[in-house]
């Protein structure tokens, strides 16, 4: 095959196959079956050496799952269609927004869409006015939104909290050593200037932000308080090295500042990857309400900070083993650390009303009850969960997540961590920080092995291949979430799915699970060999039946 071909059959293949369950809109999965097949039919042995990486890309095989035994009968799937290299040289998770416009022309974008759909609020006021914001670290990025987190006294303008467990876009790298921030103007400073919030872990190069609709020349607009959804991308100096950046670069206060780039999104551009804000902030579909969430709405708050309960304390005893408390984090002085308070959130979100809109995963968990079941169970819950705890309540709402039926649902216990690795792990960030050591490792990777499932890091043990496909899959592909993009082609409503369809939805199934195309995103979940192969056979009965229609 002629290289330049190649190429643009590569290149049309790919992105089609990126966008087909998270990328773009007007891509048909049969016109990505049939230019993987041209593509496999090809002679490529005119092929240049400089052109094998991009060969490796789409030609050898993914590994098959190691067969399961012990299965009702079904079909066996056939052998998948050849995507990635031996090499495993692929796009990652990680790789999100590698075809994403960026910087000044992606932003130039977002503004334009802004100011067309008459949207109003402090994002638009700092990066869509005549002189666009300096941002070169975490504090630049508050600043120009208008939160200042070293305010002092009751009545700031800017509050925060933080949490060592979450639910979100970064629920497996968020936990005590490593937590969650979120900054948010006040009740006053929301009404008075526009609601204004922002999410932030170290390890993503990314800030989430939320901002409600305020226009200071009409205060009477009915469109006030209504949420748009941002993630800013930011780069750093090692993104431009050969080594890329390492653990020390991502999860030390590195990651702060020191920006040599940055790039600003709109859901509006986010709704077709696994980056999606909707999916959960906006369940009831287009044109619907979007809510900020908080599914621990309610007093004792599990798995946030807070220094005059029992959890929260815990929790900061755990942080306080990493992290010294003259060292910021997500630019919070460290010595006002200890200042978290989850119930101003509360009071935000209920001044607001977001706890009203139906469906949205707003105070959804019981957290006094869930705590009081826990603790007389298992006595030295929360402060230690050796043993882990049981609640009944808890119970019942992670069944309606496993039905489908919900968002993901936050772990039972306060503590989310192995009490020995996260020690482990925080001697070595302090080594690494006083620089007794040159590499870090991945502090993040120090969950409880044996409670992922009820961390939702993975489906529950013993579904039957439709049984995964429900909880693994409804929250980003069911019918009431936005029909108009490619995501959508896939759904746990297997019946309007065409086998083309169901075909490719197999093949993605099989990925290395770094991959990323691979369903479900492991970002989010993660299905072990059997279950991949449940789920496939699953699907192979599907498509057996629609065979035979």
């Known amino acids: 095959m002629n290289k330049n071909i190649f190429y643009q059959v590569f290149f049309s293949v790919f992105i089609a196959l990126c966008l087909s369950a998270c990328g773009g809109e007007g891509f048909d999965l049969n016109d990505i079956q049939s230019s993987i097949e041209n593509i496999q039919n090809s002679n490529l042995s005119d092929s240049s050496p400089n052109s094998s ?65 008459g949207v109003k609020n402090r994002v638009t006021q ?92 009409n205060p009477n607009d009915p469109r006030t308080n209504e949420l748009e959804f941002y993630l800013l991308n930011f780069e750093q100096t090692c993104n431009s090295s050969p080594e890329h950046c390492s653990m020390g670069h991502l999860l030390s206060d590195a990651v702060e500042r020191n920006w040599t780039s940055w790039s600003m999104y709109h859901e509006e551009d986010l709704k077709n990857t696994v980056l999606d804000c909707r999916q959960c902030h906006q369940p009831n579909g287009t044109g619907t309400a979007k809510a900020m969430l908080m599914q621990e709405l309610v007093n004792p708050w599990n798995h946030f900070f807070r220094a005059n309960r029992d959890g929260g304390r815990a929790l900061l005893d755990d942080y306080a083993k990493a992290h010294d408390a003259s060292e910021p984090y997500a630019g919070i002085a460290g010595n006002r650390i200890r200042n978290s308070d989850p119930e101003d959130l509360e009071d935000l979100i209920r001044a607001f009303g ?7 995963a707003v105070g959804t968990f019981n957290s006094r009850r869930i705590e009081n079941e826990i603790v007389s169970a298992t006595p030295a819950q929360p402060a230690s969960n050796a043993v882990s705890g049981t609640s009944a309540t808890w119970q019942q709402l992670y069944e309606r997540n496993v039905r489908g039926e919900t968002i993901q649902v936050p772990y039972h216990d306060v503590k989310i961590t192995n009490s020995s690795e996260l020690d482990a792990m925080a001697t070595t960030y302090r080594a690494y920080m006083q620089g007794s050591i040159t590499d870090m490792p991945d502090i993040r990777d120090i969950f409880k092995e044996s409670d992922l499932r009820n961390m939702g890091f993975k489906v529950q043990a013993g579904l039957d291949g439709r049984g995964i496909l429900i909880q693994a899959c409804t929250q980003c592909h069911n019918d009431t979430l936005d029909q108009t993009i490619s995501r959508a082609n896939f759904s746990v409503n297997i019946d309007r799915m065409s086998v083309s369809e169901l075909k490719i939805a197999q093949q993605r199934i099989q990925m290395p699970e770094d991959h990323l195309l691979v369903m479900p995103p492991s970002r989010f979940r993660v299905l072990d060999a059997n279950e991949r192969q449940r789920l496939v056979n699953y699907l192979e009965t599907i498509i057996q039946q629609k065979s035979l229609q």
């Open 53 to 117: 990486d991009l060969y490796d890309l789409i030609l050898n095989p993914i590994p098959e799952p190691e067969p399961i035994s012990n299965l009702p009968p079904t079909p066996e799937a056939p052998q998948q269609q050849p995507i990635v290299s031996a090499e495993q040289k692929y796009l990652t998770q990680e790789d999100v927004l590698h075809n994403a416009k960026r910087g000044a022309e992606q932003l130039n974008i977002m503004c334009q869409r802004m100011t067309q759909s």
């Open 126 to 217: 700092a990066f869509c006015s005549a002189v666009t914001p300096d941002i070169n670290s975490i504090r630049d990025l508050q600043l120009a939104l208008g939160l200042n987190v070293d305010e002092n006294g009751r009545n700031r303008s800017t509050q925060f909290t933080l949490t060592g467990h979450s639910s979100s876009l970064v629920m497996k790298f968020t936990n005590a050593i490593n937590p969650r921030a979120i900054i948010f103007s006040s009740i006053n400073s929301s009404r008075n200037n526009g609601l204004v919030a922002m999410g932030f872990v170290r390890g993503e190069q990314f800030a989430e932000i939320i901002a409600g609709h305020f226009d200071p020349d």
């Open 354 to 360: 977001f706890n009203q809109i139906p469906n949205v």
